[in-house]
């Protein structure tokens, strides 16, 4: 529930932040980090390690992105996001 209030208030800061609501951007970013971390102790779930299997599982897609976009001739730095974005999903449907 707390993970829900903290992404809502998130997207209210998204929506209203002008130029010089960076501070408020970071202060509900770090708010709703510290939400999920307090989730996953509850769950009896090591964050870090939840956080580590993560960022394995998106090295691993991103090097399987860079693979299929060679295999199709995109070079990836100048493919634009919605290329990339197809070539993400693709990837994440295998």
Known sequence: EKV???IVELEVEMRD???????????EIGDLLFAVVNL????????????ERANE???RRFEAVERL???RGVEVG???LEELDKLWEEV???
Do not use: N, Y
Request: hydrophobic share 35%; aromatic share 2%.
């Open 17 to 27: 932040a002008g130029s010089g609501m960076r501070d408020a951007l970071q202060d």
């Open 78 to 80: 100048r493919a634009s």
């Open 40 to 51: 996953s102790r509850k769950l009896t779930i090591d964050p870090r390690a939840a956080l």
């Open 57 to 59: 599982k998106f090295t």
């Open 92 to 94: 994440k449907r295998r």
């Open 69 to 71: 976009a060679a295999e």
């Open 4 to 6: 829900k209030e903290e």
